[in-house]
């Protein structure tokens, strides 16, 4: 195979970070001349790119019960066929890039690309094989549109295989292989010189916090939260990470300066370093987006997930908490009491890694590469 084109969206990071494991898989193991990424929507338009991006952002954190109404508005009905009008017109232009590139393989990682190459493969533009990688935990009738041109589709648990089975998608082309994972979480870190370089202790038990990202659970909450964890577990170390957010991180390393926890707690902000602080942590606090839950239970770990984006988040929230991998805290749920139960029962946090790792698909990405690829 000479070509392969793997598009993904900008709307979260996940899809990219699906595309790029899939891509760094091949690269490194199989002898492909050349593998493009693209990101689809800006290739069409930059500035509708732009617009809808924000747009998805601005609905995340100010206006959730708007993103509600636009999830589980376009599964059907009105909304649904306005989407796929669009993305009718819009495959116009992206089949000018097929056209050029001439693809052997087409990978991809967002239901938009996915829809727009199936209708150019109705239309008989291209006729090289499609591959769909679904990135969350639960599906969206988005990613079906024309499924009968779409020749394999990679979903994250059988159960989710079963749903597209009921949804009219042929058998033979489902594989229940996982969401793309990167190779790192399959390397075996020293815990101990991990920890050191934090200065941290091995003696203590490990909470790692995503509070910042795109998306964070809202300032006060999270701020709040870590607050009432320093507060109230002294016996526990905390990774807080809070990513890309500049005024959360200044609040938090206030905090630690005036509770004196310098020595258990460690404010990060954007790392590269997620799969050696996962390897060092025993439980993970966090939204539950379909990368992170991943890398989570790639790790063995158990997650208490905060305030999840209605649509394909609480859906996310939802599996994980019904395979006993982890706790969805609700709003008159306590998370102090949860944590105590948690880390005074050490059964209860015990099972709750067996469990993850049960559900965990570590080679994910491999067998994906190698059901396209042999």
Known sequence: MN?????????GGGHLSAARNIRDYIQNNYNVSEIVLVDCIEYINKILNKV????????????????????????SGSLSKISNSIN??????LNKLLQDFKPDLIISTHPFSSQMCAILKQKEKITCPLATVMTDYAPHSQWLVANEFVDFYFVAHEAMKNDLIKRGVESKKIFATGIPLSNRFLLNYDKAKILNEYDLSINKKTILFFAGGAYGFGKDKTFNMLKSIIANFPYLQVIAIAGKNEKMKERFDE????????????????TDKVPELMSVSDLVITKPGGLTTTESLASGLPLIIIDPLPGQEEENAQYV????AGIWIRKTDNIEEILYDLFNS???LQNMKIKARLIAKKNSTKDICKILLG
């Not at 905090?255 to 926890?261: C, G, I, R």
């Open 88 to 93: 009718r017109i819009m495959a116009i232009k």
């Open 255 to 270: 905090l630690v300066t005036e509770t004196n926890s310098e020595d258990s707690v460690k404010i990060l902000s954007f």
């Open 321 to 324: 908490e019904n395979s006993g």
């Open 346 to 348: 050490p059964y209860k």
């Open 52 to 75: 809808t991006t924000k747009a998805y952002n601005d609905f995340s954190t100010n206006a959730r019960w708007m993103w509600k109404q636009i999830y589980y508005g376009s599964e």
């Open 3 to 11: 070509k392969i084109l793997i598009f993904y969206g900008s709307y």
